[in-house]
């Protein structure tokens, strides 16, 4: 090893001839080490290297600002559409009051809601409120996210809307097919309407705004009017609940159910079965919860069916 590193050290240390002969004048001649040669070559290579390094670098960098802003570019131009498209969806509430105005129908709300339910819708619109006051460059990806989502249920919402417009157009010569006249479920009652004994033990009466039907699990609960589905859904209290508009003042709720099988905005004909009987949400057991509302006030539903 020793001999190895002394004759390295002596090819290092040598001198070496460099001559340039130019085709005019007279030749120049250099006496330089290898050693010289050597690092020259070195430091050459790595002002080389790193030319190239930071032409690599400048270049990326340009691209990506390039991508950043078209990137941007799409996001205003995203941001522009969902707020055009918002700003439409606030003009399609004017317009469905005044066809409700036009036509003679109640201005959205046709039943006082179940407990808890009238509370969390608001609550609901006034954090989409809050969202759509802020710009959209401020929001996170979280917030944008629920930003989209906000719109597209507001649509959905719109939607159903106007398809019970056009049901309660199409059908408002026809009442007898928007009143509730059949029996929900074919199981027979077990709590009528009207003031009982608190169900779960509770040393109180307490007034029941329907009529219940005890029957066996997953048995086939009917609308019993023809009409616009709309909720279908959880509901405080209730559970898996549907409420379901039949025009001229008439709405029924269907509570405890479940496997539902509509989704709001859906037009129902009265005997489509539209969910099985379950104990989802505050139930002892098995039973279907139905109401029947008119003009806003809950009445006995045994005045609807024999």
């Known amino acids: 090893m020793g001999k190895l590193i002394n004759s390295l050290g002596r090819?290092?240390?040598?001198?070496?001839?460099?001559?340039?002969?130019?085709?005019?004048?007279?030749s120049m001649k250099f006496k330089v080490r290898v050693i010289t040669l050597v690092l020259v070559g070195f430091v050459w290579l790595l002002i080389t290297l790193g030319s190239l390094f930071f032409f690599v670098?400048?270049?990326?960098?340009?691209?990506?600002k390039a991508d950043n802003e078209l990137m941007r570019l799409k996001m205003?131009?995203?941001?522009?559409?969902?707020?055009?498209?918002?700003?439409?969806?606030e003009l399609t509430h004017n317009t469905?009051?005044?066809?409700?105005?036009?036509?003679?129908?109640?201005?959205?709300?046709?039943?006082?809601?179940?407990?808890?339910?009238?509370?969390?819708?608001?609550?609901?619109?006034?954090?989409?409120?809050?969202?759509?006051?802020?710009?959209?460059?401020?929001?996170?990806?979280?917030?944008?996210e629920k930003y989209i989502e906000t719109i597209?249920?507001?649509?959905?919402?719109?939607?159903?809307?106007?398809?019970?417009?056009a049901w309660y157009y199409a059908n408002r010569r026809e009442g007898l097919n928007s009143t509730p006249s059949i029996r929900p479920s074919a199981?027979?009652?077990?709590?009528?309407?009207?003031?009982?004994?608190?169900?779960?033990?509770?040393?109180?009466?307490?007034?029941?705004n329907g009529v219940d039907f005890a029957g066996k699990p997953d048995s086939p609960i009917v609308v019993t009017a023809d009409g616009v589905v709309r909720h279908a859904g959880w509901v405080p209290s209730y559970g898996q609940a549907i409420l379901v508009d039949h025009g001229f003042g008439y709405s029924t709720l269907y509570a405890h159910t479940t496997e539902i099988q509509v989704k709001a905005g859906d037009v129902v004909k009265r005997g489509d079965k539209i969910a099985t009987m379950g104990s989802s949400g505050r139930s002892t057991g098995t039973h279907l919860h139905y109401e029947v509302w008119k003009d806003g006030q809950v009445v006995n539903p045994r005045n609807y069916f024999k």
């Open 11 to 26: 090819l290092l240390g040598e001198r070496v001839d460099i001559l340039i002969m130019p085709r005019l004048g007279s």
């Open 57 to 64: 670098r400048g270049y990326d960098y340009n691209i990506t």
């Open 76 to 89: 205003r131009l995203i941001g522009d559409e969902l707020e055009r498209g918002r700003h439409y969806l």
């Open 96 to 144: 469905d009051s005044q066809m409700r105005q036009m036509l003679g129908m109640p201005g959205g709300k046709f039943v006082n809601l179940p407990k808890g339910w009238e509370s969390s819708k608001e609550k609901e619109e006034e954090r989409a409120q809050a969202l759509f006051a802020k710009d959209l460059k401020d929001l996170s990806v979280e917030e944008f």
């Open 152 to 165: 597209e249920e507001n649509a959905k919402t719109r939607l159903a809307s106007f398809q019970e417009i």
């Open 187 to 208: 199981a027979p009652i077990s709590s009528g309407f009207g003031y009982r004994l608190d169900p779960f033990g509770q040393r109180s009466s307490k007034r029941h």
